[in-house]
């Protein structure tokens, strides 16, 4: 067993957290939100995270095929929204983002679809995700059935 940080730093996770109740405060859609989740997660081979938002997704009325093809998203047609695939776009960029930063194409592919309210929630969500993968994988939390 690794560090429980909740336990051992629960001022870190009460900072976190505070992110979380933003977002839940926040202009995004329950489902925009969990598709931020899970593809940032799939990238950071996140299982925890993974599955926690599957579910969570699935809770939000969210298709099973949709879930089985976010990770190859650009190959489905219009199964996704502009809106989403856009926000996508986004997700994969800044959670890798020291491979190709942030493309101004996608950049402005999301403004232009999104507006600059909602795209500024987004990446907060997208920035919040990856705190909690790098701390989910780093601690080995364990996958809740």
């Not at 650009?74 to 020291?98: C, H, M, V, Y």
């Not at 996608?106 to 969500?125: N, W």
Request: net charge negative; proline share 3%.
């Amino acid at each position: 067993m690794r560090v429980n940080i909740q336990q051992i730093e629960p001022e870190a996770f009460k900072a976190v957290y505070a992110l979380e109740k933003y977002l839940s405060h926040s202009s995004l859609t329950p489902i925009h939100a969990e598709l931020i989740k899970l593809r940032a997660s799939q990238l950071n081979g996140c299982a925890f995270c993974i599955n926690m938002h599957v579910n969570d997704a699935r809770k939000h009325g969210e298709t099973d095929q949709r879930l089985h093809l976010v990770a190859v998203w650009r190959e489905t047609g219009e199964l996704f929204t502009p809106e989403e695939k856009a926000l996508l776009a986004l997700t994969e960029e800044i959670t890798l983002i020291s491979q190709h930063h942030v493309s101004d194409a996608t950049y402005q592919a999301a403004t232009a679809l999104l507006g600059e309210q909602y795209l500024a929630q987004a990446i907060m969500a997208i920035a919040t995700i990856n705190v909690w993968n790098r701390v989910a994988i780093t601690t080995q939390l364990p996958i809740e059935g």
